[in-house]
């Protein structure tokens, strides 16, 4: 198996049994942030618990990058035509809503309201062939 | 307010691509223009606030202009970057510490998307790595939502854009002079959905000045100064959506646009009914229908029988982007802000021509909006 890594290691843990992302929660006020937080931007507690967030989700938004965004920061082509993607915001019960890739079949469609979980794909390769490996959700379950 | 401030001079230069002249170039034709109208010499200029994003240093118009050793002081504040300007302006002008001032914005920027890079913006390179370092996203997750929760239709979005574009046809400083009709706005390629190619603007190229002196000695100038009611910026607060977001807190709070229009009504003693015509920020059609109700210019989800019953058109009851906006001028980043300021001065002088609107306007209000979530509105009388 080649090797893989995370796109950020502070996002998630790969390779893991069962892998989640990292949010941290204030000590003071309780405000869910993500990707972990030094300091709360709700009350500028410095004191900030990290901890794995929920795998179930709703969405509240989303959108479909249509056209390759500029490279870098978005990871070159190597030659491949570029592939449309969705990304949305995804609502985690009780947390917050976090920016993530969206991962359908061809037999899906986003609609907002939609039950989601999380989900990993690898993004790209590097250049030594590293698999690099980014977060998203996909539909799962009634999706009403 | 101590001191009340006047615009007394204003210059352009046409938006859009200008091969042949660099921003900063640009920029120095807009501020002769500016002098010229009011009738001054660069060497009565006491003080200048200006900026550009990608365009070189706003201070080295100096060597363009005249070497006589005023302060001028460079602002980088993004999409606000004019406001600022302006606001800096005023309050130099309050204080005393100056009389007569330059304000000017201008950009260049290549074609194509801006390109960011995430650690500019205090993101991990992670964010630009799963594809999400692009401002056209937010815009379209934005509206997205807006549209489910307040009943907005595709409908509308295109009818901000052909708007635009028939307005940028009667603006000889506009860079897309040509109508676009509905079904072609409709029809054209899905960029970020429910955003299509024609409801976006584009980075462009542009400059603008303005010249401020205190209201009591705007006669010797001008017989038609435009008085400062207000002029603020603000930065997002804990809760509301923002470019370059990774997350979102689930409670809703009032947006940066609220907070910034809410000061500025309070500064100016006024309110939103009081507003003959507005300019604000349309980076793409759905921007120009939240900002709506975020102006205060109307309640949520009443855009949709507003632009269906042309209520925004340059003969309506609140026009709205009467030169066009971004949609028709493009985003040179330093320069947007002060744009809308510019547009403003014409049609509350009542100089704009064949896009003067109709009833003469008493207060006109504009806004700006960019990453990372800031806002700047001002409020201007005749
Ligand atoms: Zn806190």
């Given at each position: 198996m080649p090797n893989q890594k995370p796109v950020d290691a502070n996002l998630f843990d790969w390779p893991a049994s069962s892998p989640r992302l990292w949010g941290s929660r204030c000590a003071l006020c309780g405000n869910v942030s993500f990707p972990v937080a030094q300091r709360c931007s709700r009350c500028s507690h410095d004191e900030q618990d990290r901890f794995h967030l929920s795998t179930e989700g709703i969405l509240w938004s989303w959108t479909v990058q249509r056209f390759p965004p500029a490279s870098p920061p978005f990871p070159p082509s190597d030659g491949n035509p570029f592939e449309p993607f969705t990304l949305g915001y995804v609502e985690l019960p009780g947390e917050v809503r976090v920016i993530s890739r969206l991962f359908y079949n061809a037999q899906q469609t986003p609609h907002i309201g939609q039950n989601l979980k999380l989900a990993f794909e690898q993004l790209y390769c590097d250049a030594d062939g590293t698999e690099i490996i980014g977060y998203g959700f996909t539909p799962h379950g009634d999706t009403k | 307010m101590s001191t009340d401030v006047a615009i007394i001079g204003l210059g352009i230069h046409p938006f859009g691509r200008t091969p042949d002249k660099t921003g900063l170039q640009q920029c120095a034709i807009a501020v002769s223009d500016a002098l010229k109208e009011a009738n001054v010499a660069w060497n009565d200029v006491d003080f200048a606030f200006g900026g550009s994003t990608d365009a070189g240093n706003a201070d080295t118009l100096v060597s363009e202009l005249g070497l006589t050793g005023?302060?001028?002081?460079?602002?980088?504040?993004?999409?606000?970057?004019?406001?600022?300007?302006?606001?800096?302006?005023?309050?130099?002008?309050?204080?005393?510490?100056?009389?007569?001032?330059?304000?000017?914005?201008?950009?260049?920027?290549?074609?194509?998307?801006?390109?960011?890079?995430?650690?500019?913006?205090?993101?991990?390179?992670?964010?630009?790595?799963?594809?999400?370092?692009?401002?056209?996203?937010?815009?379209?997750?934005?509206?997205?939502?807006?549209?489910?929760?307040?009943?907005?239709?595709?409908?509308?979005?295109?009818?901000?854009?052909?708007?635009?574009?028939?307005?940028?046809?009667?603006?000889?400083?506009?860079?897309?002079?040509?109508?676009?009709?509905?079904?072609?706005?409709?029809?054209?390629?899905?960029?970020?959905?429910?955003?299509?190619?024609?409801?976006?603007?584009?980075?462009?190229?542009?400059?603008?000045?303005?010249?401020?002196?205190?209201?009591?000695?705007?006669?010797?100038?001008?017989?038609?100064?435009?008085?400062?009611?207000?002029?603020?910026?603000?930065?997002?607060?804990?809760?509301?959506?923002?470019?370059?977001?990774?997350?979102?807190?689930?409670?809703?709070?009032?947006?940066?646009?609220?907070?910034?229009?809410?000061?500025?009504?309070?500064?100016?003693?006024?309110?939103?009914?009081?507003?003959?015509?507005?300019?604000?920020?349309?980076?793409?059609?759905?921007?120009?229908?939240?900002?709506?109700?975020?102006?205060?210019?109307?309640?949520?989800?009443?855009q949709e029988h507003m632009l269906a019953q042309g209520e925004t058109d340059l003969d309506g009851k609140l026009p709205i982007n009467t030169d066009g906006g971004c949609i028709a001028n493009g985003e040179p980043i330093g320069a947007s802000g002060l744009r809308q300021v510019h547009e403003l001065c014409l049609q509350l002088r009542g100089t704009a021509g064949s896009r003067q609107v109709k009833a003469s306007p008493k207060t006109g209000y504009a806004q700006v909006y960019g990453a990372p979530g800031v806002s700047g509105v001002t409020i201007l009388n005749s």
């Open positions: - | 005023i302060p001028f002081m460079n602002v980088a504040n993004g999409c606000a970057t004019g406001g600022s300007a302006l606001a800096a302006a005023c309050n130099t002008i309050r204080s005393g510490a100056g009389k007569l001032g330059l304000v000017c914005g201008f950009d260049k920027h290549a074609r194509g998307a801006f390109k960011v890079n995430p650690k500019e913006w205090g993101l991990g390179n992670w964010y630009g790595e799963e594809g999400f370092a692009l401002t056209t996203q937010f815009f379209a997750m934005k509206i997205q939502r807006y549209m489910h929760d307040y009943g907005i239709t595709e409908m509308t979005l295109a009818r901000v854009a052909e708007k635009a574009f028939r307005n940028g046809a009667l603006n000889p400083n506009a860079w897309r002079k040509t109508p676009i009709s509905i079904d072609e706005i409709l029809t054209s390629q899905m960029v970020n959905d429910p955003l299509r190619k024609y409801m976006f603007c584009s980075p462009s190229e542009g400059a603008v000045a303005l010249l401020v002196c205190p209201a009591s000695d705007a006669e010797k100038y001008t017989k038609t100064p435009i008085f400062v009611a207000s002029c603020l910026m603000r930065t997002r607060r804990f809760g509301t959506l923002e470019v370059f977001s990774p997350s979102k807190a689930i409670e809703d709070q009032k947006t940066v646009t609220q907070d910034a229009s809410k000061a500025a009504y309070e500064e100016a003693g006024i309110g939103p009914g009081d507003i003959d015509v507005a300019q604000i920020q349309d980076t793409e059609s759905g921007a120009e229908i939240m900002h709506m109700a975020e102006n205060g210019l109307c309640e949520d989800g009443e």
